[in-house]
């Protein structure tokens, strides 16, 4: 006989309450559900209780904070995120612009638990949120309103715009001083860019050339044949004068002999030296030839030596006594004083690189700076050197920050607020 | 996105609910998890981030993992079974119809061999799903046992030896009748053994342990379907606390 196996019959086989009753695999599935939930719970709590709100960080925070170890509300408020006085206590972050539409919150562009990396270092994208379509309050801005970074928008530098000139008022002659076998002080000099151009100790800037430092060895003030030697001070013409002054009256001190007038010969001309000594020299008034040989310096000096270099204002009626006054030179310390550069980070590159114009200028009004071209050829993604806006420019005013004595003390624990003083 | 992945099981708990079909929640339950990984990487700023986001970056990639696991099983894994099982049934009551099996064995060994002692000792420990099924009514009456048939001794020994255990063992190891080229050798040599009125009997008991090592099959194939199961949802479920705590402690932070 052989088997039922009928779809009915194979029916028959099943319970029809089967599921109503908890069947091993579904109440091990539940348990094992509840019970993963359960431990998770658990392990929160039991984290908390030994390290506290620590395990809830989302990464460890930049080397620079380190300090404050996992006291979380010393730049957290609880439910408030992250205000910007936490931050403001210790770091001072003056307004980027007066006129600026939009200010962010500390923490939205310095994002902090990511590591160790460097917190002021930002993306292009937190300038060009706002640069890219420049919008401004009050008064209108002096940039350029669409910059999407440094090879896409960012515009010339203004000091080597079309029409820029260097208004220092100073005479100097760049082609002149690369020549090679310049006479200097003990024989011929070879000038070389560093020679006068050096950097401040942070090698970031070039320091003002000084003619203490740099012109004296080989263009000596020197006074003339009265006073053979003698060197004025590269000062105000006040002080020359007061220097020249003490320097003949010294000299009439010292050497009296030298004050008598040369003997002249018969229609008023000057003996020449040597001709005849037989007429002994007439004496004069003291006073009157340290005027005249004042007067003589002065006016050599004041008509050659300075002119060299510099030039003088125009005499005022009020002071037609007195020497005309230098116009200072006002060489500026720093040219783009909207920006940051090193010149150590670059030291590897000839000076030439970047100032190409300096051997071949004549001229003072000339600026001798790179254009941003010149810098685009590294500073880009095909030149390989970084670009980010932060690489030059500076969001916060650091001229503004606060020099010592900041809020903060320590005590055995960490660093914390001091009490009020 | 997680919560609503998480909903699924709640949706498969209350399946009247008339928020779309069944198929659908399927879908979006795939699709949102698989989008929830990038989605998270991004959210993350492709960092691990400190002890509890690590904790739930592991979770989430174990538990998306066992999911594409999961559906990738989904799709070859029904075919199979229904190739190789051709009895399938419901299998939470594969224990109860592995209970009928050996009852109708039972009942064709009886008929042809007369009453049988009960074995001597239990062949394996009962497990919860014989336990479960103890506790149910029998399946169907038993017949009366007939007189013993001459020649009978062979199969009798063949059932008490070989049948009747291989029918009681909760799960099939590598027994003889586990292995069905092995079984079909046995029966083979077992109808030389018998006269040609009990080959009838000896086919109907080959079609039972045919059967019983179908479901034995179908017991396997269905652990391989919805084994995983038992990684994604409890992993879930610590997966969407543990987001909730996150959620709240970065309000708070």
């Known amino acids: 006989m052989a088997r039922d196996r009928s779809t009915k019959a194979l029916a028959a086989r099943i319970e029809l309450d089967y599921y109503k009753r908890p069947h091993p695999w579904r109440t091990a599935m539940q348990r094992f559900t509840v019970g993963a939930a359960v431990l998770a719970g658990a392990w929160v709590l039991i984290s908390m209780r030994l390290q506290g709100d620590h395990i809830f960080t989302s990464g460890p925070v930049a080397t620079r904070h380190r300090m404050f170890g996992a006291d979380c509300f010393q730049c957290h408020e609880a439910w408030k995120g992250v205000p910007d006085d936490k931050c403001l206590k210790c770091h001072d972050a003056p307004a980027?612009?007066?006129?600026?539409?939009?200010?962010?919150?500390?923490?939205?562009?310095?994002?902090?638990?990511?590591?160790?990396?460097?917190?002021?270092?930002?993306?292009?994208?937190?300038?060009?949120?706002?640069?890219?379509?420049?919008?401004?309050?009050?008064?209108?801005?002096?940039?350029?309103?669409?910059?999407?970074?440094?090879?896409?928008?960012?515009?010339?530098?203004?000091?080597?715009?079309?029409g820029a000139r260097?208004?220092?008022?100073?005479?100097?002659?760049?082609?002149?001083?690369?020549?090679?076998?310049?006479?200097?002080?003990?024989?011929?000099?070879?000038?070389?860019?560093?020679?006068?151009?050096?950097?401040?100790?942070?090698?970031?800037?070039?320091?003002?050339?000084?003619?203490?430092?740099?012109?004296?060895?080989?263009?000596?003030?020197?006074?003339?044949?009265?006073?053979?030697?003698?060197?004025?001070?590269?000062?105000?013409?006040?002080?020359?004068?007061?220097?020249?002054?003490?320097?003949?009256?010294?000299?009439?001190?010292?050497?009296?002999?030298?004050?008598?007038?040369?003997?002249?010969?018969?229609?008023?001309?000057?003996?020449?030296?040597?001709?005849?000594?037989?007429?002994?020299?007439?004496?004069?008034?003291?006073?009157?030839?340290?005027?005249s040989q004042a007067e003589s310096i002065e006016k050599a000096l004041v008509g050659k030596t300075c002119k060299l270099c510099h030039d003088f204002a125009a005499p005022t009626a009020s002071a037609a006594d007195s020497l005309p006054q230098v116009i200072a030179p006002a060489m500026p310390a720093r040219w783009m004083k909207s920006s940051v550069y090193s010149h150590r980070a670059h030291r590897t590159l000839t000076c030439a690189v970047c100032h190409a114009s300096a051997a071949a200028s004549a001229e003072t009004s000339q600026v001798l700076l790179p254009s941003a071209v010149t810098c685009l050829i590294c500073h880009s993604p095909s030149g390989g050197s970084r670009h980010e806006c932060t690489e030059c420019h500076l969001h916060h005013d650091k001229s503004r920050e606060r020099e010592i004595d900041g809020p903060m003390e320590i005590n055995p624990v960490m660093i914390r607020p001091r009490a009020a003083r | 996105m997680i919560l609503f992945c998480g909903l699924l099981g709640v949706r498969k708990r209350v399946p009247t609910w008339r928020l779309g079909n069944a198929s659908s929640w399927m879908r979006a339950h795939i699709w949102l998890g698989l989008m929830s990984v990038p989605m998270i990487l991004f959210h993350g700023g492709f960092a691990m981030g400190g002890t509890l986001t690590q904790v739930l970056m592991w979770l989430?990639?174990?538990?998306?993992?066992?999911?594409?696991?999961?559906?990738?099983?989904?799709?070859?894994?029904?075919?199979?079974?229904?190739?190789?099982?051709?009895?399938?049934?419901?299998?939470?009551?594969?224990?109860?119809?592995?209970?009928?099996?050996?009852?109708?064995?039972?009942?064709?060994?009886?008929?042809?061999?007369?009453?049988?002692?009960?074995?001597?000792?239990?062949?394996?420990?009962?497990?919860?799903?014989?336990?479960?099924?103890?506790?149910?009514?029998?399946?169907?009456?038993?017949?009366?046992?007939?007189?013993?048939?001459?020649?009978?001794?062979?199969?009798?020994?063949?059932?008490?030896?070989?049948?009747?255990?291989?029918?009681?063992?909760?799960?099939?190891?590598?027994?003889?009748?586990?292995?069905?080229?092995?079984?079909?050798?046995?029966?083979?040599?077992?109808?030389?053994?018998?006269?040609?009125?009990?080959?009838?009997?000896?086919?109907?008991?080959?079609?039972?342990?045919?059967?019983?090592?179908?479901?034995?099959?179908?017991?396997?194939?269905?652990?391989?379907?919805?084994?995983?199961?038992?990684?994604?949802?409890?992993?879930?479920?610590?997966?969407?606390?543990?987001?909730?705590?996150?959620?709240?402690?970065?309000?708070?932070?």
């Open chain 1, 96 to 162: 980027h612009h007066g006129n600026q539409t939009m200010t962010p919150s500390c923490a939205s562009c310095h994002v902090e638990h990511k590591g160790q990396l460097q917190l002021a270092r930002m993306t292009d994208q937190h300038c060009t949120r706002c640069h890219s379509q420049l919008q401004t309050t009050g008064e209108p801005t002096r940039f350029a309103r669409s910059i999407q970074s440094f090879e896409r928008g960012h515009p010339e530098f203004a000091a080597v715009r079309p």
């Open chain 1, 166 to 291: 260097d208004k220092t008022v100073l005479r100097y002659n760049h082609q002149k001083h690369m020549k090679r076998g310049l006479q200097g002080k003990s024989g011929p000099v070879n000038l070389e860019c560093a020679g006068c151009h050096a950097p401040d100790p942070a090698g970031r800037y070039m320091q003002a050339v000084t003619f203490e430092q740099h012109c004296k060895d080989c263009h000596p003030l020197q006074l003339g044949l009265t006073l053979p030697g003698g060197v004025a001070p590269h000062a105000p013409t006040d002080v020359v004068r007061l220097a020249v002054r003490a320097q003949l009256e010294t000299l009439a001190r010292e050497h009296p002999e030298r004050m008598q007038a040369e003997p002249k010969e018969e229609g008023g001309r000057r003996r020449r030296r040597g001709a005849s000594e037989s007429q002994p020299p007439t004496p004069v008034n003291t006073a009157q030839w340290l005027s």
């Open chain 2, 60 to 253: 989430l990639f174990i538990v998306v993992a066992s999911g594409v696991h999961g559906l990738a099983v989904q799709q070859f894994f029904p075919r199979l079974l229904t190739n190789q099982v051709e009895t399938e049934t419901i299998y939470e009551q594969i224990p109860h119809v592995i209970e009928q099996l050996a009852d109708e064995a039972l009942q064709v060994i009886e008929s042809v061999c007369g009453p049988l002692a009960p074995p001597s000792e239990p062949v394996a420990p009962p497990s919860p799903e014989d336990a479960a099924a103890a506790s149910r009514p029998p399946a169907r009456p038993k017949a009366k046992p007939a007189a013993p048939k001459e020649g009978s001794g062979p199969l009798r020994e063949f059932y008490e030896k070989r049948i009747r255990d291989f029918l009681a063992a909760p799960r099939l190891s590598t027994e003889d009748l586990a292995v069905p080229a092995r079984s079909k050798a046995l029966f083979a040599h077992l109808r030389k053994l018998i006269p040609p009125e009990l080959q009838d009997a000896a086919g109907r008991l080959e079609e039972i342990c045919t059967e019983r090592y179908a479901l034995e099959t179908q017991v396997r194939l269905h652990h391989w379907l919805h084994g995983w199961l038992f990684v994604h949802a409890p992993l879930s479920a610590a997966l969407i606390l543990l987001t909730v705590v996150h959620a709240l402690m970065s309000f708070k932070y």
